[in-house]
């Protein structure tokens, strides 16, 4: 009977808690939600919390087994890196992006912001030249894979500037070589230019350049024929009257 007047003293104290608030509610499980992720990782992303903002994004790859929200998860993580203004690591995860999901329709998004992403460390010839070399290789990649890119004309333009900054370098090597009386290290600079780069803008420079490195090593039928090429391909050059100069002392 003691035990029975024991337990239901136990029972009411019990029930006296729980109508209190003594007890803790069980809190039930948030609900994975790959969409408000993305969402809070770009908000985050805005006001610079990177960070955290890729903790989230990684969440949604881990956690996305179906895959419908993972690839989108992939290129925001690249995209956040390219905005803090780490380069390499943010070409790197585009990179990944294409392995994982080659045939992605924003596949040739990610082509295109790998090449963007060298495009923007050209700064000048002498600093810029490796750049623009990776560039011009990623635009040219973008071209083949994606024929059908949403880039194809603000491209163009990109690529014509890649090409400028690659020749302005080539050019800026022969002319370093050649006033260093380094001759056939000039010749060889400028003839590969010329050939890979025909419609260079300073190519009546190149020529004039090669022109007179030939000269110095006695190669007078190669400057001939370098002098006259300026000559007639560019009649309106400034640098035409000089060419002209040194192509009739070679008929002497």
């Known amino acids: ?79 956040s890196y390219i905005r803090e203004g780490d380069i390499e690591i943010g070409i790197e995860e585009y990179k990944r992006f294409l392995d994982l999901y080659p045939d992605n329709q924003y596949a040739s998004y990610a082509q295109y912001q790998i090449a963007m992403a060298y495009y923007s460390q050209i700064e000048s010839p002498d600093r810029g030249s490796g750049a623009a070399q990776k560039a011009l290789h ?52 400028l003839e590969g230019l010329l050939k890979r780069f025909p419609d260079y803008k300073k190519a009546d420079n190149a020529l004039l350049l090669l022109g007179r490195s030939y000269k110095a090593i006695k190669m007078n039928d190669k400057a001939k024929e370098a002098f006259n090429k300026l000559i007639e391909k560019y009649p309106a050059s400034k640098l035409a009257p000089a060419a002209k100069k040194e192509a009739e002392k070679l008929k002497d």
């Open 138 to 189: 990623e635009f040219i990649r973008l071209k083949e894979l994606y024929p059908r890119n949403p880039y194809r004309e603000v491209m163009g333009i990109r690529v014509e500037k890649a090409k400028n900054v690659i020749a302005d370098g080539e050019f800026m090597v022969g002319e370093f070589y050649y006033k260093k009386e380094s001759y056939d290290a000039a010749i060889e600079r």
């Open 1 to 79: 009977m003691r035990e029975v007047r024991v337990l239901c003293i136990l029972c009411s104290l019990f029930f006296t808690l729980i109508s209190c608030g003594g007890a803790k509610e069980i809190k039930k499980e948030e609900i994975f939600d790959p969409e408000k992720h993305l969402a809070k990782a770009d908000k985050l992303v805005g006001e610079r919390e990177y960070e955290e903002a890729r903790k989230l994004l990684l969440e949604v790859k881990n956690r996305d087994t179906a895959k419908k929200h993972a690839p989108q998860a992939q290129l925001k993580l690249a995209d």
